[in-house]
Structure formats: C-alpha cells, structure tokens
C-alpha cells in the first residue's frame, strides 16, 4: 500500500453509465499527499492498464449501503453465509433481487454492503468498459469506516453521521436538524472549508495522510467486483472447490446438521416468543399448555374476563392511533412486526417529512419511544424504519 501512487474514482449517483460518463478522480502520493484532481464537474475517464489495480471507484453511498450485523464469536465463513437471514428484515427489498457483500470485522460482529443486483451490474459494466475490471469497487462510506463515534461531520447539504456502532451514514439535508439537536450524544463538527459533503472532496481537501492510509486500509477489505473468492464472496456466488468432489457424501452430512442446528435455534427463538407474549396476557399463571390455557382465560366468567382486560399489555393499545396516524396518502407501510414489546415498521415516502411528521403526531398521541431506527434515501424515495417501544432503546 506504502510506496505506490493510487487514483481515487467517484461514480456519479445516476441510472445508466457510458465510457464517456464524467467522473471525478484524484490522485494521490506515495506519501499520502493530493498530487492531482479532476475538474469539479468530472470527466470521462481515460484507461490506463498500468495503474488498473491500483484504482479504488467510490460507489455511491445511498446505492451501496452499509449495514453492521451482530454475531457472537463464530468462523467467518459461517458468518458469511448467515448474512442474507440476518439482513432479510432489514432490507425492504426482495433477497434474490440484490446482492449482499461481506466487508471487515467489527468488536460485535462484522459491516456488509447491500447493493441492488441491477444498479450492481451497470458499475461493473462501466468499469469494463473503461478498462478499470482489476480495480477495487467499494461503498462510498466504507473507507471512512471506524473514522470517529458520536460525531456529525456537519455540512449543510446534510453530512456524515457516525454512530456508536462505527458504520459512518450520509445524512440527507432533511436529517440534519435532527442529527444536530442530539445534544449530549452527537458533536457536530466542520469538515474542511470548502467541503461539499463529499467523500471526493473530504480526500482533495480535508484528509491527512495518516487519514488516506486508514482509509486504503478499510478499502482493502471489501471489492464489489470480486466474483468469487473466501473473502469477498457473494452469498449466491460460493462454490465448493474440485478438490473437494470425493467428499460430497461428507459435506452433505455436515451441510444437514448444520440445517438441523438452525432449525433449532429458530424454534428455540419461537417458543421464547410465545412464553414472552403468554407472560403478558396470563403473568400469574405457569404456561403448560397455552392454547387450552388462554382458551379458558376467555371463556371464564365476567370478572375474570375484566381482569384479564385489565391486564391489556400497554403495546396493545398503539394500533388505533398507529393505524390512523400511519394512514396517511403521503406514506406506504410495507411491513409491520411485533417483537418483544415494541414495534418494527417499514416505511416509505417521497421525502422524510411525512415520516417525520407521522412519528411526532404518534409520539404525542402514545405512552412510548418513537423513533426512526434506519432511514436512508433510494431512487424512489426514503425508506425508514420506525421503531415504537414502551422504554428508550
């Protein structure tokens, strides 16, 4: 990494790219310093073989999204492959219609970027085509990666907000305000004069050289061009290696324990779920049988039937003001889900203004916490996660 120039590529945020689409580039020392910038508009990229493997193309950050994932101690590999069940419900897109790749370990777990297979493929596409397939393709925020906690890198075009969990995210313009009033929990600070929100700009004109070599860092663990490969596999993509051919019958053994372990725990997680929400309705009573049990709950006299009223878990009341503050024409609710007394809600909007307004108007309207758990910007609008809980989480 030390020793060598590398080139620095910026992929504009659009839908379709050419050999003659301007990008933005910079070049940069072997001592860490900007020896040469493209003009701020961009322009066409022009090949050169020489320095293909040496050229980092920044995707866009909104489009390449990074997510961290907890796990408990475990082998990578098996991590890697448990990616698609842990992200499923964090993504509102279909599984099969993007492509999930695993990125650097983290203290809890390990970053992965979600990327949509289409959008995926016109990158890949663009860097054949200008002669850059060896280069390393990687999620705008990635390099930045680990840079501070608790910090708002403030512009006013939005920023980037680095949480407690270490994944940097771009802050649209609409967020700003609210990332700005966390007093006590985010420190806002000025980049750089001149710095536009970019992570372009923030190399050219903000960056130290010490930053640009944790930034390579980062880099180097993830490659959105790789088709294979232990490290930088997609999970659709793995293969077992012809070597391995005359241990079949053994792998399928151990590929149907393994199956039969996750069936497990899944069913373990369930029966934690049912107990949970069984301690709720009948607190004094020790689940036996549950479905028989709460049959008679029901059916009992008039007091028992008041008491048992009585004993509504307070999260069962949201759902009138939920379903009429959330009916709005401005919102799409894709999914609902209840867990461990709170609620998980995905939204969608043209803008995060009437997310904004429908998690205020609930907030006033509930004995709980709303908040917006994720929310970042796609193509068709914002999507968000509002989460509702009855204590601060």
């Known amino acids: 990494m030390q020793g060598e120039r590398w080139w620095l590529v910026e992929l504009p945020d659009r839908d379709g790219y050419t050999p003659d689409t301007p990008v933005r580039w910079a070049r940069i020392g072997r001592d860490g310093t900007v020896e040469a910038v493209s003009s701020a508009e961009g322009e066409p990229w022009e090949p050169g073989d020489s320095i293909e493997s040496r050229v980092i193309v920044i995707a866009p950050g909104h489009r390449a999204v990074l997510y961290p994932v907890p796990f408990p101690r475990s082998p990578r590999s098996r991590r890697i492959r448990a990616l698609p069940f ?118 050219t004109g903000c960056a130290s050289p010490e930053d640009w070599r944790n930034m390579m860092r980062n880099a180097r663990t993830m490659n959105l061009l790789a088709d294979d490969g232990p490290e930088t596999a997609s999970w659709r993509r793995w293969r077992v290696p012809a070597g391995l051919a005359a241990a079949a019958a053994v792998v399928a053994t151990v590929g149907l324990h393994l199956e039969n372990a996750h069936l497990e725990n899944r069913l373990a997680a369930e029966e934690q779920r049912l107990e949970a929400a069984f301690s709720q309705a009948l607190p004094d009573t020790r689940m036996v049988n549950p479905i028989v049990q709460v049959e008679r709950a029901l059916a009992s006299d008039g007091d028992s039937a008041g008491e048992a009223r009585g004993r509504t878990p307070e999260i069962a009341q949201w759902l009138g003001p939920m379903a009429e503050e959330l009916a709005r024409d401005e919102l799409t609710v894709r999914s609902v889900e209840m867990e461990r007394g709170r609620y998980d809600i995905a939204l969608q909007a043209d803008s995060v203004g009437p997310i904004e307004e429908a998690r205020e108007a609930l907030e006033g309207r509930i004995r709980g916490h709303v908040r917006l758990a994720d929310t970042h910007r796609e193509t068709r609008g914002v999507d968000a996660r509002m989460r509702i809980t009855e204590d601060e989480q």
């Not at 983290?106 to 850059?132: H, K, P, Y």
């Not at 075009?157 to 929990?185: H, K």
């Open 86 to 203: 842990e992200l499923e419900e964090r993504i509102s897109e279909p599984l099969e219609s993007v492509a999930i790749e695993p990125g650097p370990d983290t203290n809890s777990g390990m970053v992965a970027a979600v990327a949509s297979v289409e959008i995926l493929e016109q990158w890949r596409q663009w860097c054949r085509d200008v002669g850059l397939a060896r280069a390393r393709l990687v999620p705008e925020m990635l390099p930045l990666q680990g840079f501070r906690e608790d910090t708002l890198l403030d512009h006013e075009n939005g920023g980037i907000l680095f949480s407690p969990d270490g994944v940097p995210r771009r802050m649209p313009a609409e967020l700003r305000d609210w990332a700005r009033g966390r007093a006590g929990q985010v420190e806002p600070i000025e980049a750089c004069a001149g710095w536009d929100g970019s992570l372009m700009a923030w190399v």
